[in-house]
């Protein structure tokens, strides 16, 4: 699993089409769409069903997107660990952190345990 699949995923569920998602995210559609096989075959489940109009997340899709926009939320926390925070704000930022809390939230939502 890639943060670009996460990407493509989170895109394609807000926008319910691929051409859309893949121009937001400057992919080909043929780029997205292996980006969601390669996540799909990873996960063991289909994302979306696929229809002429679009894409529909499935009931896993529903399940995971909470989850997938958690760490997104955490990778973007990552790379800017102030959250756009400076100066005066730096101590709040730096009492956030010891208190555990990251921008956008505290705890990557649970995702139920698939059984084989």
Do not use: N, W
């Not at 394609?12 to 096989?37: C, F, H, K, N």
């Not at 994302?47 to 499935?58: K, N």
């Not at 704000?89 to 990557?108: F, K, L, N, R, S």
Request: some cysteine; glycine content about 10%.
């Amino acid at each position: 699993m890639h943060e670009r699949e996460f990407r493509a995923f989170v895109s394609i569920a807000e926008t319910g089409r691929m051409d859309v998602a893949a121009r937001q995210l400057g992919y080909s559609q043929p780029a997205i769409t292996y980006q969601i096989q390669c996540l799909e075959r990873s996960l063991g489940f289909k994302l979306f069903t696929r229809h002429p109009s679009g894409a529909r997340l499935t009931g896993d899709g529903h399940m995971i997107l909470p989850s997938v926009r958690a760490v997104l939320m955490l990778i973007d926390s990552i790379r800017d660990p102030r959250g756009g925070r400076t100066g005066e704000h730096e101590a709040e930022a730096e009492a956030d952190a010891e208190a555990g809390e990251v921008p956008g939230g505290t705890a990557v939502p649970m995702v139920r345990q698939r059984t084989a």
